[in-house]
C-alpha cells in the first residue's frame, strides 16, 4: 500500500491528460490493438448512447482514511475535496424532480464528508427506492464519532455496499494496507449485530471483490459462494451479495501496471475477452455520475479522467434530464474494463 496519493506526489499520472495519453497511444496507436470505438463499431454499437437516467452517484469527496493500491479514484487522507452543502442541495433537488430511483454515495470514504449525516437524512426523506452508501468498513473503526455508523445506516435504511478484497488476510492487506483484513472483520461484525446481511434481512449488505493483481475477476457466483462460506464458517458472518468488479486501467492502477511492466498485457487480455453483449448493459448507461465539486459525468470512472458528458449541461445546477438521455456517451479504451467477460459495472456483472 502506497502512503500518499498520485495527487500528493505530484506524479505524472495525477493528470487526467497524461493517462487519457497512455491510453491512446502505444499499442492502440499503431494498430496492435483495436481502440473501443473501433471494436464496438465492428458489432454495430457505436455511438452508445443512455436510456433512462435512473442512477445518481455522487462521489462526496477524495478523502480517505486508506490509501488502497488499486484505487481508481486516487482517494487518500491527503486529499481535501469536499463536495459543499450547496452542491449536495443541488443534488437533492435533481432527486426531487427527476425519475431517479437510486441515489449511490461514493468518495474516498464518503462518510468522512462532514456533512454526510445531514445529507443522509435529508435524502433518505425523498423515498427513493435504493440508498446506497459505499464503505470501506474500517472507516467505522477509524475514530469513535464513526463507531456509530452501522446504526445509522440501519435508522435510514441504507444499502451499504463494501470493499473486501478478499476472504484471507494476505490479499486483503496487500491491496489496502496492513491491519486492514482484520478491521474490516471487526467493521462486518458490527453490520450483522444490527441487521445487516442477514437472510431475509431488509438490511441490504453487499461485498465488492477487486482483483489484487494485473487479471481479470473469475464467475462471479463462484467467488460469491467462496467469500460466504469462509465468511461464515471463520467468523460467522453474512451478506448478501458479491460484486465482481475488473479493474480499470486508470489512475492507481495504471500506475501499478505500469510499475509492474503488465500494462500492455493485462490491455490484451481486456480485448480478448471483450464481450459484445455487456455493451447494452453499461453503467454508464442509466447512470450519471457527479463530482465533488457538482460537474457531471457519464460514469465514475470518466469523472477521474476528466470526460465532462457531451452536453451544454454538464453541472448538476444545470440539470436538464431529457437533454443528458440524449446525449452520446463518451469513450476511451479504459471502456475495455467494463465490457470484459461478463461486464463491470458498480453493481457487479451486467451479462
Known sequence: MTLKSL??????LSKTEKQLEILSTGIFEDGSLPTFSEKIKSSNQFPIRPK??????????Y??????????VDAGPDRKEIMTVETMQ????????TGVHTLDLTGGAPEMNPNFRWFVEEASKLGVQDFIVRSNLTIILANKKYHDLPEF????????ISSLPF???????????????????????????????????NLKLDLVYNPSGAFLPTDQKALEHDFKKALKEDFDIDFHS??????LPISRFLDYLIASDNYEDYMYALVEAFNPDAVANVMCTNTISVSYDGWLYDCDFNQMLGLKVASKENHISLFNEQRLTNRT???????????????????GTVT
Open 7 to 12: 495527487h500528493g506526489i505530484k506524479s505524472a
Open 52 to 61: 433512462k437516467i435512473e442512477i445518481l452517484q455522487l462521489n462526496v469527496g
Open 63 to 72: 478523502m480517505c482514511n486508506q490509501v488502497c493500491a488499486h484505487c481508481h
Open 90 to 97: 443541488q443534488c437533492l433537488d435533481v432527486i426531487k424532480n
Open 153 to 160: 445506516f440501519a435508522k435510514h435504511n441504507i444499502h451499504v
Open 167 to 201: 476472504y484471507k488476510r494476505e490479499k486483503t492487506d496487500k491491496q489496502r494496507g496492513d491491519g486492514v483484513f482484520d478491521k474490516s472483520i471487526t467493521a462486518l461484525q458490527m453490520l450483522n449485530e444490527v441487521g445487516y446481511g442477514k437472510p431475509n434481512s
Open 242 to 247: 458479491l460484486f465482481a468488479i475488473t479493474n
Open 329 to 347: 456517451i463518451l469513450i476511451s479504451q479504459h471502456c475495455y474494463g467494463c465490457t470484459a467477460g461478463a461486464g463491470s459495472s458498480c453493481q
